[in-house]
């Protein structure tokens, strides 16, 4: 696991300053490795949350699509 996710999951990294910190690159990264760990079939508790976090980042710089415009991602377990 890339250590800028780690930082993530393991609560190194502030979701608020830390993500505005970031470059683009680095939240477009973060934003596809996120999702990645979305998509198996129990996600780690946490990932959702900071997956949003990341796009309403990338939102606030005009780069992505809104929390109203994006698809739900359905990460309940069946």
Do not use: H, I
């Not at 502030?14 to 990645?36: I, M, T, Y």
């Not at 939102?59 to 739900?72: D, F, H, Q």
């Amino acid at each position: 696991m890339n250590a800028l996710l780690s930082s993530c999951l393991e609560g190194e990294l502030d979701p608020v300053e830390g993500l505005a910190k970031l470059s683009v690159a680095e939240l477009n990264f973060l934003a596809d490795a996120l999702f990645r760990l979305l998509d198996v079939g129990k996600p780690e508790f946490g990932v959702k949350s900071w997956y949003d976090a990341v796009l309403d980042e990338l939102a606030a710089r005009g780069l992505g699509p809104g929390r109203s415009e994006r698809s739900a991602v359905d990460v309940s377990s069946d």
